[in-house]
């Protein structure tokens, strides 16, 4: 069974970091390009950062750049998300995926609240 675990969200003030971390098995990790996506309530489920299978290559949603970074760790299966300098803006559950991969179904997520 495909899996996606996310995990490292919680509550934290304006300006402060997380680091999101997603632990995925049951596909071929190694050779999939990696996403992390997010979800405000009453809101449409937006891209937030994309990271090539072998970290060659990644992309930002402009929201996010230059304050959010996506790394991965082949050998343990695992693509985290560096979240800095954190707004309020930013509070939602935070999903990773694999785009190309036509099995995986969306994890539960883990929920990033930023307040003051």
């Known amino acids: 069974q495909v899996q996606l675990v996310e995990s490292g969200g919680g509550l934290v003030q304006p300006g402060g970091s997380l680091r999101l971390s997603c632990a995925a098995s049951?596909?071929?990790?190694?050779?999939?390009?990696m996403a992390w996506y997010r979800q405000a309530p009453g809101k449409e489920r937006g891209l937030v950062a994309t990271?090539?299978?072998?970290?060659?290559?990644?992309n930002y949603a402009h929201s996010v750049k230059g304050r959010f970074f996506i790394s991965r760790d082949n050998a343990a299966n695992t693509v985290y998300l560096q979240m800095n300098s954190l707004k309020p803006e930013d509070t939602a559950v935070y999903y990773c995926?694999?785009?190309?991969?036509?099995?995986?179904?969306w994890g539960q997520g883990t929920q990033v609240t930023v307040s003051s």
């Open positions: 049951g596909f071929t990790f190694r050779t999939y390009t």
């Open positions: 995926y694999a785009p190309s991969y036509g099995y995986a179904d």
């Open positions: 990271i090539t299978s072998s970290g060659g290559i990644t």
